[in-house]
């Protein structure tokens, strides 16, 4: 599969400019990560792409055609989770992904296909229970599997890590790498941990403009020579004033340990290599000098 974005703008009805000419090329396979503050588009950019908004100018193809007009022609191969989406309360988790599986036509062994679902996100002890009775966390996890459910050749998520626990965070990070290996899967988040250990591409968006698309590799290299880490009590004022960011500040016997990022580190301070988490930073920096 292949989606060509070009020229994406979304303006909605308040005059609110949530994506500004947004050219973007994505193929299957890959794991895309679309991270940004909140507010910075990603979840405008998504609904574009499972056709639930219309952009107000720009076009989307999906393989050569175009997307508005051909929706039926993604809606067969898409599975979408969105931020706020809403179950159906009384069902149980096997009836709803039973009404989830007839509404995607899906075709094959559906009770297999559903039970394995059940397994893979680690719900057969819910399988019965209604969802209303079930935990945040738990919830998240019934929506990834209608998401995931009849293998989607595009797979989008909108937050899918929220709300789960390191061990599910890690089990579906897993779940989501081997799914991509035939399909592209995009997801947005603001856990960089997420994008750090699966995503080949991130895609960094901040007030609907597209601010680095590239491997998280690249990102970090954009960072070298601007990370540091310093001891000192009163740093922290002047570090603010001198347009730096603090990314961590740790007590230590030596006093407060601080991790800056900066366009121009002080003379004689200790350079670090920069984590995937700073890199971000510095770009965010970056634009707010600019702004
Ligand atoms: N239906 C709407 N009407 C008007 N403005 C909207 C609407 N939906 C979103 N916006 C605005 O568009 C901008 C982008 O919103 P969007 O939901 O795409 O951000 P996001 O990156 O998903 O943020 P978050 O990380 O908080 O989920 C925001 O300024 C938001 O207030
Ligand atoms: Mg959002």
Known sequence: MEIHMSNLCMVYKTGKEALKNVNLQLKSPSLIGLVGPNGAGKSTLMKILVTRLLQTSGTVTVDGQKLYGNEKYIKNKLGYLPQDFGLYDELTVYNFLDYIAALKGLEGDKKNI??????????????????????????????????????????????PTVGLDPEERINFRNMFSKASSNKIVILSTHIIDDVESICNRLIVI????????????????????????????????????????????????????????????????????PSLEDAYMFLMLKEEVKA
């Open 206 to 273: 901040d007030k609907g403009t597209i601010l680095f698309d590239g491997t998280p590799e690249k990102l970090i290299k954009n960072a070298e020579g601007h990370v540091a880490t310093c001891i000192g009590e009163s740093m922290a004022d002047i570090l603010v004033e001198k347009n730096f960011k603090i990314t961590s500040r740790i007590s230590t016997a030596k006093g407060l340990n601080y991790r800056i990022v900066g366009e121009v580190l002080p003379d004689g301070i200790n350079l670090v290599s």
């Open 114 to 159: 559903i039970e394995n679902i059940i397994l893979d996100t680690n719900l057969m002890d819910k399988r019965n229970s209604k969802i209303s009775t079930l935990s945040g966390g738990q919830k998240q996890r019934v929506g990834i599997a209608q998401a995931m459910l009849g293998n989607p050749e595009l797979l989008i998520l909108d937050e």
